[in-house]
């Protein structure tokens, strides 16, 4: 087995104070993505959750101008029936990233697994686990065994990886597939996993590197919100968008998901344009 550690940042920003800052690391990680997936043809009945490996034009209604459905798409009951009324039987997409998840075996290494399986898979991806007891030949062996077929591995709940959302996870690669470090901490995993994980799967499904800029709200926050980065609720949007810090309560990580936005932490840049204002990143626009 073949494993190089690559830096994600140099060491002055190890630790990410700025949304700049997050924006560049996001843009270098994102380049130790192999190629996108394969192309399949599928019949739209198999299509849906799938990524559109290439660009197809759609007619929005019969005897309606025809519109352009991009390639990176997200198919979804929204565009399934367009597909269907332009005369498509089969469509182009890109089979699903596989990713290996190898769990050291703590419990709340195991609820942070299972919420990072839950998000990937949210993205459209196929994810395996394996539980290990924490043992490096066991890792190893995980390793080996999912860099066979998996086009990405996470490992979850490393004693190296700190539990800080905002600092750069090691990142390494398994007989040529990238291997990522989470936190046991299942708040700080998922955050982790936006931050870092998920420009490396948009790179691997033929979608663009990143959606839209991090965006800026107001903290609404019982507790003003520090550089750590944490879950939250929102409410309104454009510059009327305001979010809350809502930890998981205990024993209830898995239900993060369904029960909030997005992530949010006290950037630097952003803070000193405007007091009381924190980035956002909507769990609608990176798991979607």
Known sequence: MQSTDEPLCEAACARITESRQLRQAQEHVARFARGPTAIQELPLTAAAGRILASEIDLMTMPGHEEGVLAAGSKLDWRVLPLLHASGRATVPVRAPVRCGIVVVSKQDAQAAALLVQAAFEKMGGQAFL?????????????????????????????????????????????????????????????????????????????????????????????????????????????????????????????????????????????????EGVVAFLPFQEWLD
Do not use: H, Y
């Open 130 to 274: 394996a539980w290990t007891d924490g043992a490096s030949p066991q890792q190893t062996s995980a390793l080996q065994m999912f860099s066979k077929f998996c086009d990405l591995i996470l490992v979850v709940g490393t004693p190296a990886c700190s539990s800080a959302a905002l600092c750069k996870p090691r990142i390494f690669t398994v007989a040529g597939s990238v291997s990522v470090d989470l936190p046991a901490d299942p708040q700080a995993a998922l955050c982790s996993f936006v931050s870092f994980v998920v420009p490396l799967v948009r790179q691997l499904q033929g979608r663009s590197m990143l959606p839209a800029a991090v965006r800026s709200a107001a903290d609404e926050s019982a507790v003003p919100m520090t550089g750590e980065m944490v879950w939250a609720t929102a409410r309104g949007e454009g510059a009327n968008l305001r979010v809350r810090a809502s930890p998981p309560a205990p024993g209830q990580a898995l239900l993060g998901l369904a029960e909030v936005s997005g992530i949010a932490w006290k950037a630097e840049d952003l803070a000193a344009r405007r």
